[in-house]
């Protein structure tokens, strides 16, 4: 994870913060993202699961984005061709 974080610092210019935790994950995103006193943009991948499986086991990208109140931006999983 550092050596990804140095690669993001390079091209945002600025470092991301990284944490690893257990618990409920867009409870834990949600007090993260509110921490700052600046907008904080939150970024979260998503598996791509069909409707029966996202039903089964929820989605932690759609937890996020109706808990955190600033912007969140979901990023889809690349195309298999």
Do not use: C, F, Y
């Not at 390079?10 to 690893?20: F, H, K």
């Not at 700052?36 to 937890?63: D, F, N, W, Y």
């Not at 889809?76 to 061709?81: H, K, S, V």
């Amino acid at each position: 994870m550092e050596k990804r974080a140095a690669e993001l610092e390079s091209i945002l210019g600025m470092r991301p913060e990284i944490r690893v935790t257990s618990g409920d994950t867009a409870a834990i995103v949600q007090e993260a993202a509110g921490e700052g006193l600046e907008p904080t943009l939150v970024a979260v991948g998503r598996r791509g699961l069909g409707a029966v499986q996202h039903l089964a086991l929820g989605s932690v990208s759609s937890g996020v984005l109706r808990a955190v109140s600033g912007p969140v931006l979901i990023v889809p999983p690349p195309i298999q061709e």
